[in-house]
């Protein structure tokens, strides 16, 4: 009995000294470690991007100056393809079991978002630097706010307030260009929402895409989306004029609420932005992509 007990105080001790020096190693800005100060970057910027994607970080404005090059990396790199096709094996594992129990009635449905979803402006980001200083987006939007009495409209062309784009270095943002790319309609898939959007269509769930893209950009998005290998979707719902103004939250919640009232039955929902998945009604699973760029509110 007191060999148990000595053994028992001798395990708290190591517990207690072990959490000790992951409180310690835990702070707001790592410090530079002995193995160098670009380590305690990628330290830090791995978290920062952790706080991100769970929606830890709220309306973030911009990415560290201190992660651009972190975010660069990780967007050319094997991880964020990695990322998204874990997210697409997970949404595919869901929707076949759900499909299979019939939980989606007679008007099973799947929603995407188009841009980072099912469409990616890699080709776009990569060229101009994978994004904006944080002063070029507000100058964007003061710019459009001179055009409404109520600032709260500023809003992008086709539709969602941009609120980050990259910072520190990087080419500034510009809405006439990237506007021109959505015209040139050549935007590649993503290859495991490609996969997903075909496996789902397999199984018989009916496809809606709901974009925060204008109403003007419909002929460009539908050719971009048929280029990338997208077909026989059910409905692409893109930003009418009557949606100026409103966030994203409340303009795809609406959306969402219309498509319940038409007997779909909303089992899943893709998208890179929690806008994209929040706000009722919601669906039965909703699965975020990754997204360090940005933040649209």
């Known amino acids: 009995m007191r060999l148990l007990l000595v053994l028992v105080l001798a395990a708290a001790v190591v517990v207690n000294a072990g959490a000790e020096s992951v409180l310690r190693a835990v702070t707001d800005v790592p410090a530079a470690a002995?193995?160098?100060?670009?380590?305690a970057d990628a330290l830090f910027c791995d978290s920062w991007m952790l706080s991100v994607e769970t929606g830890n970080a709220g309306p973030w404005r911009q990415v560290p100056a201190r992660c651009g090059a972190f975010v660069r990396?990780?967007?050319?790199?094997?991880?964020y393809a990695?990322?998204?096709?874990?997210a697409a094996a997970e949404s595919f594992a869901f929707a076949s079991q759900a499909f299979a129990?019939?939980?989606?009635?007679?008007?099973?449905?799947?929603v995407f978002d188009v841009d980072e979803t099912l469409l990616s402006n890699a080709p776009y980001y990569a060229e101009s630097g994978w994004g904006a200083t944080q002063t070029s987006v507000e100058s964007h939007l003061s710019a459009q706010n001179s055009q409404y009495i109520d600032p709260s409209l500023a809003t992008r062309n086709h539709g969602e307030a941009i609120s980050s784009f990259l910072s520190s270095g990087l080419e500034e943002f510009n809405e006439t260009s990237f506007d021109a790319w959505v015209d040139v309609a050549k935007a590649p898939a993503l290859p495991s929402s490609l996969k997903l959007y075909n496996e789902l269509q397999g199984l018989g769930f009916h496809i809606?895409?709901?974009?925060?893209?204008?109403?003007?950009?419909?002929?460009?998005t539908e050719e971009n989306l048929l280029f990338a290998g997208y077909q026989s979707?059910?409905?692409?719902i893109l930003r009418q004029p009557s949606d100026i103004g409103k966030t994203a939250v409340q303009y795809k919640s609406e959306r969402r609420a219309a498509m319940e009232v038409e007997g779909f039955k909303i089992l899943?929902?893709?998208?890179?932005?929690w806008s994209d998945l929040i706000g009722l009604p919601v669906s039965t699973r909703s699965f975020k992509l990754p997204n360090p760029m940005y933040y649209i509110s």
């Open 101 to 110: 129990s019939g939980e989606g009635g007679a008007k099973p449905a799947w």
């Open 73 to 79: 990396v990780y967007m050319e790199g094997e991880r």
């Open 233 to 236: 979707w059910e409905k692409l």
């Open 34 to 39: 002995s193995s160098g100060i670009a380590d």
């Open 82 to 86: 990695s990322n998204s096709a874990v």
């Open 268 to 273: 899943g929902n893709s998208g890179d932005q």
């Open 208 to 220: 809606i895409l709901l974009t925060g893209r204008s109403e003007s950009q419909r002929n460009a």
